[in-house]
T-cell receptor, first 110, second 110 residues
Framework: GIQVEQSPPDLILQEGANSTLRCNFSDSVNNLQWFHQNPWGQLINLFYIPSGTKQNGRLSATTVATERYSLLYISSSQTTDSGVYFCAVPIYNQGGKLIFGQGTELSVKP | DVKVTQSSRYLVKRTGEKVFLECVQDMDHENMFWYRQDPGLGLRLIYFSYDVKMKEKGDIPEGYSVSREKKERFSLILESASTSQTSMYLC?????????FGQGTRLTVV
């Protein structure tokens, strides 16, 4: 089955720094989502990005489907950005079951 | 915005109890999912449902059952709770392969 790998596994930043998180996937996909898991455990939708680039405030994401990777950019990081970031791809013949990467744990220090 | 609501954020149950975790979505989505999340193991699919009264086993269905009597509600049942089922449980619904998650239920079995 499809494999999803994220890097780096963890990241420590000073407030105000920029960062790039990477998601590689082993097979072609028609969809990809980025999530932020907050300290209370909820997965918050960041981007639904099967291809191309999207921006939402200080966050942006780019997926290059032909090269099987996606990038999440966080600019001018804030302490509230801390948490775990997941990318996930759906499996179409299993009702859209998501295959998750292992996550990147981000810690932003004041 | 889509809202997925799980009945409890924290739950403590005794070994052997029958436990019900409830999940309700408000957007008429056909697909609903139950995942559990454990340190080092990531998110794993327990069951999913693609319509009322329809269910499919995920990757780790043992010790669990589900019920979907109405489209908006998907229940996860632990027939006889065990300490190995102490975990974070996440419910999701999806439309067009875009998933939305509830706030999560942190279950402790003692």
């Amino acid at each position: 089955g499809i494999q999803v790998e994220q890097s780096p596994p963890d990241l420590i930043l000073q407030e105000g720094a920029n960062s790039t998180l990477r998601c590689n996937f082993s097979d072609s996909v028609n969809n990809l989502q980025w999530f932020h898991q907050n300290p209370w455990g909820q997965l918050i939708n960041l981007f639904y990005i099967p291809s191309g680039t999207k921006q939402n405030g200080r966050l942006s994401a780019t997926t290059v489907a032909t090269e099987r990777y996606s990038l999440l950019y966080i600019s001018s990081s804030q302490t509230t950005d801390s948490g775990v970031y997941f990318c996930a791809v759906p499996i179409y013949n299993q009702g859209g079951k998501l295959i998750f990467g292992q996550g990147t744990e981000l810690s932003v220090k004041p | 915005d889509v809202k997925v609501t799980q009945s409890s954020r924290y739950l403590v149950k005794r070994t052997g109890e029958k436990v019900f975790l409830e999940c309700v979505q408000d957007m008429d989505h056909e697909n609903m999912f139950w995942y559990r999340q454990d340190p080092g193991l990531g998110l794993r699919l327990i069951y999913f449902s693609y319509d009322v009264k329809m269910k499919e086993k995920g990757d780790i269905p043992e010790g669990y059952s589900v019920s979907r009597e109405k489209k908006e509600r998907f229940s996860l049942i632990l027939e006889s709770a065990s300490t190995s089922q102490t975990s974070m449980y996440l419910c999701a619904s999806s439309l067009n392969r875009k998933a939305f998650f509830g706030q999560g239920t942190r279950l402790t079995v003692v």
